[in-house]
């Protein structure tokens, strides 16, 4: 086995540090440190001849391990890590630390003490990379398609653009035609165009202009090449792993021949049976054989197979002029190899049935705002016109009731987001056809907080719609008069009104389409606490989930109205496109690894990890083992944290590389205050860190900050360690504990750090001696405080005494 030895590389940042720190005793020190063949000063290493010592003393064979203490650690550490690599050492054997900001500047008014902590970071870092090891660069390959899931705006778009960038692209949509509830709304607020408008695809060459928009039907979406429209068809298994999945569809039988039905309505003339239409508010009957109007695709009529009477009738075969009724069609199983997949399944109008007090189920002339939107759509059910559906005489008494079922901890606490200016849309809509209409609108708070919203609503309010401030509390059908009563205190007023309609419209809250939670589970992805699909993270990553090559766009994350829709359609199909036009996922083995003899048939970390990389395997005669794939492990050590043997470790936090970082930390004091351990997150906790430091926030140099890959990896005994090597404090530093970048490590770290302050007790130990905070980058004021309050109590506990720790 060949020596390790150490390089280590000092920069004074251009003499600054030299004016806080002693470097001629940190190079002395360091000389002696065991394992270390060369110690470099300079003024800077992440560029120019700094960074060239460093490449020729790894290219001489002079060192095999690099640690480097620079200031800007992020940039340097990848420019140094960069160069180490292209002049032959695995990038995983260099360590980077941050002399200024962790040592220099918090503690320039105690410059001895100051370099006393730099000595400990420097042997820190050194034993740590004396027991690194290389970490391997593993490559996954992918298929370069995707299977977008749903057939709404949110779809189509996504589908359009990742097929115009010529990838083979699948839409699957579980009805029998796509649109979604794009096709139902007739028109878009706040421009009043139809909802069924699209942004032409690139492909469609012949009527292609850049501002090009074009209703679905005739945009050429279905002739885009790469593109496979899969109707009547819904997703009922999902196999594999980023990058390769086998997605099993089950495409229910239409009864009528796709390629051979002209769509020339003959059928539905013979058509017995007639049902109420759903599609169309059941304010019309349909044919057991029937196609959606307006129709987005395909234009061919499907056989609702509930009602139908098949055989026994045939009507339908014998009429149709092309033979394109086919009654003994059976549903078929298609699998696709796909190597991302979107989700775009939308959202749904709640049943307002509900909330009780509204009677929608009793009494017909309470309709929602969906039913409405038929209504007032020409091509709808009652052709345009506002009605009583219990009579269809004239509506023109109209109270729409806001926030029904949403705004509600009884029901769902979310504001929908769009029904405001659904309800502005309909109220003007119905004003523009009917001046002399009563519209009023009854709200807790108008929200128009979109681009021309407020417009909207003021153009409302000029039209003579009527406010009313208050959620209504009943709606009354008096019988005599054939005439609803909205019972509703105006909030303003101070009074109670009774507002007389002929038809109350249920602005409902808008809630997760049926069937999310089960694709949810089928997809390893998770939901939100309103039950929509969650995004990984809303500000920084949307449309993405934590399953790389899964992407989310559309009302499927919450409800939206369309120009945010498109927008974050748009988004996913460019994510998706940037996820498979590399051809392969290439990442680095800091993965976790099980050693298989300690491992056995627990089910703690396949439960536990956040990514769902862990699986148990059969290992001999019923017994399982644990299995991380490399390729879904992110290398949060959150199983390490878990295992209650201690059979799983990271390959770049290994419990040998932390131990020895710890000791190390604590061997040296020189400031007289009890050595406190700051176990930090290298993400948020540690930035927390950072900032104290670039804003020379002063705190005890007697804090030694160790980083771990997420709090989340800490077991109880590593804790119980940190105090035998000499600590007499222990600080956790994690993320915030909804905001940890693995999910759950900080929530994790804080059971675990309650757990031990038991056991502390138990051993006579102060359980304060132990506190986890939660913080951000910009809290670093936070840190330092902690940091002092810390050091106080320590010393006014006085010295910790171990000898029952064991
Ligand atoms: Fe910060 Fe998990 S990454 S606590």
Known sequence: MNETKVGVFLSDCGNQLSQILDFDALVNHVKQVPGVALVVKASEFWRGEGLKTIVDAIKGKKISRVVVAESLPKLSEIRVVKAA??????????????????????????????TEKAKAMLLAAIERAKLLE???????????????????????????????LGIKTYIVEKSPFLGGLATRAGRFFPTDDCAICIQSPASDVKTITHTSRKCVYRSGFTEI?????????????????????????????????????????????????????EYNAKLKKRKAIYMNVPNVHPPVYVIDENVCK????????????TKAVELDQKSERITLNVGS???ATGFQECDPSIVKEYHYDEYPDVITNLE???????FGPTSGEIIKPSNREPARRIVIIQCVGSRDRRWNPWCSSICCMISLKHAMLIKSAHPEADVTICYIDIRTTGREHEYYYERAREMGIKFVKGRPSEIVHDPETDMLIVDVEDEILRRLLELEADLVVLASAMVPAEGTKDLADMLGIELDQDGFFKEYNAKLRPTETKRRGIFLCGGATFPKDAPTTSLHAHSAAMKATKFLSAGKVVKDQKTAVINEEYCGDCEFCPVTCPYGAISLVPKGEEHFVAEVSDLLCEGCGICVGTCP???????????????????????????????????CCSECGHTAVDSSGMAMMQYPANVRVMKVPCTGILQVHVFLEAFKAGAQGVMVV??????????????????????????????????????????????????AEAAKTMTERLEKLGSLQLTDVS
């Not at 759950?744 to 302050?757: D, P, W």
Request: glycine share 8%; net charge negative; proline share 6%.
């Open 85 to 114: 690599e292209e002049a032959g050492l695995n990038p995983y054997l260099v360590e980077v630390i941050d002399l200024k900001d962790h040592c220099a500047w918090p503690h320039r008014d105690t410059p001895s003490e100051a």
């Open 134 to 164: 290389p970490i391997e660069k593993l490559e996954f390959p992918i298929t370069k398609s995707v299977l977008v899931i749903g057939g709404g705006i949110a779809g189509m778009q996504t589908a359009e653009d990742l097929a115009d």
């Open 225 to 277: 090449p790469n593109l496979n429209i899969l109707t009547n068809s819904r997703v009922i298994a999902v196999e594999g792993a980023t990058g390769n999945y086998k997605v099993t569809i089950e495409k229910k039988p239409r009864y009528v021949n796709e390629s051979k039905c002209v769509g020339c309505d003959l059928c539905t003339t013979v058509c017995p049976v007639a049902v109420p239409d």
């Open 310 to 321: 098949f055989h026994d009738c045939a009507k339908c075969v014998e009429i149709c002029p």
């Open 341 to 343: 997949i979107v989700v």
């Open 372 to 378: 409405l939107a038929r209504m007032i759509d020409g």
């Open 645 to 679: 043997v201690n059979a799983i470790e990271l390959r770049h936090a290994r419990p040998n590389q932390m131990s020895a970082q710890m000791k190390a930390l604590v061997s040296v004091n020189g400031t007289g205050k009890p050595l406190i351990l700051a176990m």
């Open 734 to 783: 994690g993320c915030k504990s909804d905001g940890c970048h693995y999910e759950v490590g900080s929530q994790k770290a804080q059971k675990k750090v309650e757990l031990a302050k038991i056991l502390l007790n138990e051993y006579g130990v102060e359980p304060e001696r132990l506190m986890m905070h939660n913080m951000v980058f910009i809290e670093g004021a936070d840190f």
